[in-house]
């Protein structure tokens, strides 16, 4: 990998608002690595020797049960922070990081956190957030699975898909990486079938556009109508 410099880093939300000697600090302590798609960043139950700012590509973050179920948390984007079991008080990774598609992630010892952390308060404000936000999600996927019916969790996870890497195009707004059928249900809670079906359904109703590895929604807006029907009702006191 070629050398490393503040450039790479400093447009991205986790270090913005830190000075430029702030952030060559935090690239000298930095190695740039490339995960081939399919290979594994880190493995569920691993001892957590890093922590990882994804500059490239898209990794899947899948976590399995004690009965061998397997289900995906999150995608990591370009610019997330992740693998930040020390700032959980972790000593290993609560869940597996594979790439989808060939990527770049810098990488820091996990040794230096406490230390990185004290010495930047720009990016612990910044990694606080992020962690607010993953669990803001987290509660709102757990209301998901526990209240909704499988067409209406199918749907909020393909709009947090379009929302947080979605590509306008001339079908409509396509899920700017490759995902098949199988990773959605992991990430709904669901079966392989009732994605398909789910599909299909909305293929035939105009509201997606369905390929290999590919989705496409043509009608977001009756696609959050569909997914906002399915939230339980609020109770008048």
Known sequence: MPNLDRNLIQALPVFSAMGEPELDDVIAHAKAQRIPKGTAVFQQGEKANSFFVLLHGRLKVVKTTPHGQQMIIRFVHPGDIYGIAKA???????????AVVDSVTLVWPAQIWDEFVASHPAFAVNVMQTMGDRLQEAHARIKELSTEEVEHR????????????????????????PITQQELAEASGTTLHSVSRTLSAWESAGLVTVGRRKIVVRDAQALST??????????SR
């Open 154 to 177: 199918v749907a909020h996870t393909v709009l947090r898909l379009i929302t947080q890497s979605g590509k306008q195009t001339d079908e409509g707004v396509l899920v700017d990486f």
């Open 226 to 235: 569909l997914a906002d029907r399915g939230a339980p009702k609020e109770r």
């Open 88 to 98: 959980l008080r972790r000593e290993d990774y609560p869940a597996t990081a594979t």
